[in-house]
């Protein structure tokens, strides 16, 4: 699984006009799921999201977690981000997981993060969605399992 995460100041999610996900401060995350993951490539990725130090301590330095600030976690189903972009000017999708294992993958760790995080949200899965973030930093950072 790879997950695209953003420390930001707030973001949300709109389909179709509709806000169907909001947090303040915390991370926003772009999630794409692979051929190979499974649920324990959710569960390593979710560990991170919550244990990943990128929020600065009193000395500005990046050594806190979002567990650590209690800050809002947005998930965000992306299967663009598993795309193969190595050779010619278009993208191969044929590196993302198909709709049906991407989609259980997805629920399962969006069930998770609710169980373990209080502030959770997400998009929705397969959907035309606006994303709309204030990126805080700007932190972003590439996490794979």
Do not use: C, W
Not at 8 to 13: F, I
Not at 69 to 98: M, Y
Not at 100 to 128: I, M, N, P
């Amino acid at each position: 699984m790879k997950g695209l995460l953003q420390r930001v100041r707030g973001a949300r999610v709109e389909v179709a006009g509709e806000v169907v996900g909001a947090i303040d401060q915390g991370l926003l995350v772009l999630v794409a799921v692979e051929p190979g993951d499974t649920r324990a490539s959710a569960d390593k990725l979710l560990n991170k999201l919550l244990n990943y130090r990128v929020f600065s301590d009193a000395e500005g330095k990046m050594n806190l977690s979002l567990a650590d600030v209690s800050g809002g976690l947005l998930l965000v189903s992306q299967f663009t981000l598993a795309a193969d972009t190595k050779s010619g000017l278009r993208p191969s999708f044929s590196t993302a997981a198909p709709p049906a294992l991407g989609e259980e993958l997805f629920d399962y760790l969006l069930g998770k993060a609710k169980q373990v995080h209080g502030t959770v949200a997400s998009g929705r899965f397969g959907a035309d969605m606006q994303v709309h973030l204030v990126n805080d930093g700007p932190v972003t950072f590439l996490l794979q399992t």
